[in-house]
């Protein structure tokens, strides 16, 4: 189980992070920027969403994860439409939620990379992903979370109580 934030009341909601049935998968009509439904069909790679938990439960950001050269990449992540920015959004702690699923994914590796994550970051992001995230530059865009960042991480955004 996973904790977000509701923004406006400033309460812990239920979540959780699970693969998305069909009729889950965001869609770019909705609002988002990738079309998942293509990326949840890649080869060595595995979709996931995070959605709240209750009567009527919501999609709050999506994640896809590529195996690679014996390595866990962060390919895709997105938060929902109503989720982006400071003034409107409705829930808090998705990304970071999701990154730190992702952290605890790089654990259950067979190889010298077990507790890397590694991503792609777009040039003005980089900054925040090492501040927010504890993040760090490999080579160019590449950057990575180590396993102490990434014990951190889950514990900050999925032992959250």
Known sequence: MVYILDVKNDQLVKAEIVVPEPNEIPLKKD???FNWRELSKENNSRTFILRTIGLNPTVEGALQLKSENEMLIMNTLEVAPHNIGRKN?????????????ACKESFKLKSAY???????SKTSLMKWYSKKYGASVGLGQRMYIDSENGLRLI???LERK
């Open 114 to 120: 077990k507790g890397f994550l590694t991503f792609m």
């Open 89 to 101: 959004k409705k829930y808090d702690y998705v990304a970071g939620s999701l990154i730190a699923f």
């Open 155 to 157: 514990n900050e955004y």
């Open 31 to 33: 609002g988002w920027n």
